[in-house]
């Protein structure tokens, strides 16, 4: 494809589409509304169906029944609603079943705002649902990364057979950026598990396979069978640990300020290090892109140089991602923490201000605006 | 001598965990008898509840998913919106379809989902150990409403079967009961229609059975035929609430 001016939400619909995403359920929120409306436009010109679903709770649910087939499958929420999710998300996990879940994030709690956030770090990485599960997830800093991730989320969900989430700040739903989408053709990953229809009488699923009965099911009322599936599940963790993380370091070597920022906010620190360069302060960022697995050790490395006097966090919340910075620190430098809330977006200025005084300071902790 | 009777191959062998007395044995027989006659068991995807009925999937010779409580409906959706030739049906009480699941029943029956609900009927939550339902009868006995049901702080059994069949999208609704041979033979036959409408691409189908619970009920499984009969079908009349195929 061409490159093009597209805005975020629409460019998450063509790529997903683009690397064969051709079922989507979803329910209407703000700031994602591109994403649906241009799948339901898109979706029947390629094939594929989209269903405006009576809720979120709904909408998980049908992904469940459609992912449990073996379809390449999606949904799209912001925050509330994807707190909504929750439920089925935790289901899926207990089924392993594979699914993209793109949540572009606005202010809570609550209500909140419909201007962006990074309010739902904890809820994405720390487990939103019941129970033990972890959910790899990407956290691009601009719109063509947020396309090349959602087709990576949708490979490695089939890989993996888990829910993959895509979490962006409202920003880079709203904005328009240059981007081009690849063609990219899914790899076929053993779907032999799938709910198609099987044959009691020659034991062959639809499709002619021999395989057993299909039953997508996340029940296991025997505590010996759902130790057997938890072990299942943190053995697959361990390789998406291993394998999966992902991040960008930009001029950390040297720093003696290291920044730890994502999404939209890593693009604010970029011009920081900039103004302070040009003050004579040196200073580096380290971009997690997969928040988890959380690439704990870059950060420590980066903030192990001799040069480093400061770990500073600055993130759209009141400081959700400081927490995995602080223990990937491990306390051998001091970690402040810079964060806007209430959906406010912070300046350069006032993070530059913020490292500048806080370079004569220990550990700070401050929510700027007041 | 040859086998003259045996039951239908699309039922397991693997033993029901119901309690004595229990309808939902003759309920999952008649729906695995419907599918293997109809011939489409091969092709067909169930979709099991929260509640008593939560283990069916062990129980049927045919793929199946168990949803969230309430969700079934959701979940059939996505099955069959991705495979529009496959026969797609949820199995659910009361409680999980009427109380937590009310939003996914009546969306997919507005949306005329070309899928096919049994909902079991009995009054009360089962599984969890007898507390009051959406449908449960108005004086009647549950662990949550240990005086009787009443209307005066609770409000009034819902009535299922006409509520789905006020929706454009139903195409056939019945409500039937098995507490009789000659009503375990007109559920059967409903069953089978609801089946054959899917086979031939109509709309929602949705059939109520009224079914008992002996052990929740705290009565004996023949008391409890007979509470049925005296109490629910005069409070849920049987009956085709609505067939758009014209047999009415």
Known sequence: MARMLMKGNEAVAEAAIACGCRYFFGYPITPQNEIPETMSKRLPEVGGVYVQAESEVASINMVYGAAGCGARVMTSSSSVGIALMQEGISYMVGAELPAVIVNMMRGGPGLGSIQPSQGDYNMSVKGGGSGDYKLLTYTPGNVQETCDLVQRAFDRAAKYRTVVQVIADGIIGQMMEPIEIKTVEPVQYDDSWASKGWDYKTGRGFDGQERPKSIINSLYIEPEELEVLTHRLFDKYAIIEKEEVMYEEYKTEGAEILFVAYGSVSRIVKNVIEVLESKGIKAGLVRPITAWPFPSEAVYNAANQDSVKKVIVTEMSAGQMLEDVRLAVRAIKPVSFYGRVGSQIPTPEEIVDFAIADLKKDEEFVLGGR | ?248
């Open chain 2, 1 to 248: 001598m040859g086998v003259v009777f045996q039951k239908t191959p699309v039922l397991t062998d693997v033993t029901l965990h119901y309690c004595p007395g229990c309808t939902h044995g003759i309920i999952h027989r008649i729906v695995a008898e419907v599918l293997e006659e109809l011939g489409v068991a091969e092709r067909t995807v169930g979709v099991c509840p929260v509640g008593c009925s939560v283990f069916a999937y062990k129980y049927f010779n045919i793929d199946f998913h168990e949803a969230a409580h309430g969700r079934a409906p959701a979940v059939a959706t996505g099955i069959k919106r991705c495979q529009p030739d496959r026969i797609v049906f949820s199995y659910q009480g009361d409680g999980d379809l009427a109380s937590i699941g009310n939003a996914e029943i009546n969306h997919a029956a507005m949306r005329a989902e070309k899928i096919t609900t049994i909902f079991v009927n009995n009054c009360i939550y089962g599984m969890t150990g007898g507390q009051m339902a959406p449908t449960t009868l108005v004086g009647m006995k549950a662990t949550t409403a240990p005086l009787g049901r009443d209307s005066d702080h609770y409000g009034f059994p819902m009535k299922v079967s006409e509520m789905i069949a006020s929706h454009d999208g139903a195409y056939y609704v019945e409500r039937v009961s098995v507490d009789s041979t000659k009503n375990i033979i007109g559920a059967k036959k409903a069953i089978k229609k609801a089946f054959q409408y899917q086979v031939e691409g109509k709309g929602f189908t949705f059939i109520e059975v009224l079914s008992t619970c002996p052990s929740n009920w705290a009565k004996t499984p023949v008391e409890s035929i007979k509470w049925l009969q005296e109490n629910m079908i005069p409070a849920f009349p049987l009956g085709v609430k609505k067939d758009k195929g014209g047999e009415a």
